[in-house]
Structures are given as structure tokens and as C-alpha cells.
């Protein structure tokens, strides 16, 4: 019975030091990535891209709700304003009317009042004109190419999310995505990427 325990205890003893050293020895490497964005038809936002698309909409969605608490012309002011609450990292919101007019654009401000519906981005597609339809719908999203003034006006794909305030006009912003080569290279000419979530 003696030799009995005495392997017993000496199988717990062995099954113990296995346990406990497959316990406490060195884990792999927990490798994580960053979440980047993908829309369907798109290039991915690059990676150490901080703002999401759900920021995006959240931020666009507070601009046109306060337009339509505050008016149009309240809003058009606080809209154009640099130093202005609707100035949030690289986020900014911008206001067109349907027929292409700027109505707001607070790092632009040449632009207010001119008409851009014909205006072609970098690489010759009719943003205002894509931005408009999308906004036609309620809300929407269109990728475009524009100088990012962060990055000494390289152009570079910006994704551009759209909400219609009223049958007039609509507000937008948009975040950057990296260099237009990156999107050229990956076989991407269509600007429009309509009512993606």
C-alpha cells in the first residue's frame, strides 16, 4: 500500500511541476493591429487614422442638428468659423447647397459663395457633384482626392460622409486616407461610394 501512495504522490508531484510549467513559461507575443475602415469598393483609411467612421457620422449627425435648431444662418457663421465648435482634429464641417454653391468652408474661405458643382478633385472626379447625390438620399458617403493641408497639400483619398438639413442644403466632412497613389495603385477611378455604412 506503501508503494501504492509513495507513486502516487510521486505521479501528482511530476503532473503538478507539468502543470505549473506550462502555466508560467513565456506566452507568445500578443500581436494587435490597428482597425482599419473598409467600405466596400474603397481603400482602406490607413492605419493611425484616429477618427472612425462612426465619429465621422456621429460629428456630421450634431452639425445638421444644429443647424436645424439654430437656423441657417447661425449655423452657416459657427460652420465658417476656424476656431469655431465645428472644428474637431482633422475634422471640419462644410455646407453646400444643392445647386453646388459653398456655404461653408472654414479653412477656405475664398470658396464661400462659389459654385463648384463642375469642380474636379485631383484626379478629375466631380466631388461636389458626388457629394450632393449622396446627400440627395438623406445621407451618404463619397471617396474623393483633395490636398491635405496637414501634409503640405499632398493629395491623398478623403472619404467624405453627407447629410441632407433640408431640401436646400447639406453638411459634410470627411477624413483623409493616405496618398492618392496608394488608391490609384489599387485600381480605384470611382469616387462615388453611396450610402455605405
Known amino acids: 500500500m506503501r508503494k501504492k501512495s509513495l507513486s502516487l504522490f510521486i505521479l501528482l508531484v511530476i503532473g503538478a511541476s507539468l502543470l505549473v510549467a506550462g502555466c508560467v513559461q513565456n506566452q507568445p507575443a500578443v500581436t494587435t493591429t490597428t482597425n482599419t475602415t473598409m467600405l466596400a469598393g474603397t481603400v482602406p483609411l490607413q492605419q493611425g487614422n484616429i477618427t472612425s467612421n462612426a465619429s465621422l457620422v456621429s460629428f456630421v449627425h450634431s452639425a445638421v442638428a444644429y ?41 477656405n474661405q475664398e470658396k464661400v459663395g462659389v459654385n463648384r458643382l463642375n469642380e474636379t478633385d485631383s484626379l478629375g472626379g466631380f466631388f461636389i457633384r458626388n457629394l450632393s447625390d449622396a446627400a440627395r438620399n438623406g445621407t451618404g458617403y463619397s471617396r474623393y482626392y483633395y490636398p491635405n493641408p496637414a501634409h503640405n497639400d499632398a493629395v491623398e483619398a478623403k472619404l467624405g460622409y453627407v447629410e441632407k438639413v433640408d431640401d436646400g442644403w447639406f453638411l459634410g466632412s470627411g477624413v483623409y486616407g493616405g496618398p492618392a497613389a496608394t488608391a490609384t495603385t489599387n485600381g480605384l477611378n470611382a469616387t462615388k461610394v453611396r450610402n455605405q455604412p
Do not use: H, R, V
Open 67 to 107: 443647424a436645424q435648431t439654430n437656423g441657417s444662418e447661425k449655423a452657416l457663421a459657427e460652420f465658417n468659423n476656424p476656431n469655431g465648435s465645428f472644428i474637431k482634429g482633422e475634422l471640419y464641417i462644410y455646407a453646400y447647397d444643392f445647386n453646388g454653391t459653398t456655404l461653408a468652408l472654414p479653412f
